[in-house]
């Protein structure tokens, strides 16, 4: 079946921690994005790629870096100096960048401080 | 700016009965709309759609939703409430005209679903 798999479910990071979220998709969409959900707001925009080796910082990118070198995976980096990272960190893609297209999401990162 | 505003935080159903969820957007085009649900721990899943054609949209599990240009508005409905729709539900807008697909999320509004 056609999807977005995120890993892992659950991460805990360390203080001055660098970790990384794996997001996977066989959609063959061409538009990959992050988003980062807390409670009580809707999903906010980290990062956002429109095609393989190119992404652009959405509302919240700081402390956050994305790369895409292929069409398939966008991997999200919360590095330490993102300073409030715990929260839940979803995955998702689009056939292209038209607003008509909806977007898949995948099951979610829930990422909390040790 | 285009804003999303869901009017409820939490909405509490018997089942059986009818379901509705509100949602006003604030937008200077006609934009597409999007309602999404979100299980516990889990993705969110697309439930319906508009993007400028029938102006009563169905959508899966027997929900719809009716868009009402002149009052702003994109409430979802269910004639019958299950169990198994108690969740978070997300009204979304995709503005027209901004070079991407940039989604603006409401803050969501929790179903909860007694016997």
């Known amino acids: 079946d056609g999807g977005i798999t995120q890993s892992p479910k659950y991460l805990f990071r360390k203080e001055g921690q660098n970790v990384t979220l794996s997001c996977e998709q066989n959609?063959?969409?061409?538009?990959m994005y992050w988003y980062r959900q807390d409670p009580g707001q809707g999903l906010r925009l980290i990062y956002y790629s429109q095609i393989v080796n190119d992404f652009q910082k959405g509302d919240i990118a700081e402390g956050y870096s994305v790369s895409r070198e292929k069409k398939e995976s966008f991997p999200l980096t919360v590095t330490s100096a993102q300073k409030n990272p715990t929260a839940f960190y979803l995955c998702?893609?689009?056939?292209?960048?038209?607003?008509?297209?909806?977007?898949?999401f995948g099951d979610g990162t829930r990422l909390s401080i040790l | 700016a285009q804003s999303v505003t869901q009017l409820d935080s939490h909405v509490s159903v018997s089942e059986g009965t009818p379901v509705l969820l509100r949602c006003n957007y604030s937008?200077?085009?006609?934009?597409?709309l999007f309602w999404y649900v979100q299980h516990p721990n889990k993705g969110l899943q697309l439930l319906l759609k508009y993007t400028s054609a029938a102006t009563l949209v169905k959508g899966i599990n027997g929900f719809e939703a009716e868009f009402k240009k002149s009052e702003t508005s994109f409430h979802l409905t269910k004639p019958s409430a299950h169990m198994s729709d108690a969740a978070e539900y997300f009204c979304?807008?995709?503005?027209?005209?901004?070079?991407?697909?940039?989604?603006?999320f409401g803050t969501g509004t929790r179903l909860l679903v007694s016997p």
């Open positions: 998702a893609s689009s056939m292209n960048r038209d607003g008509n297209q909806p977007q898949h």
């Open positions: 959609l063959n969409h061409d538009a």
């Open positions: 937008s200077s085009y006609s934009p597409s």
């Open positions: 979304v807008v995709s503005p027209p005209n901004t070079g991407f697909q940039k989604l603006v």
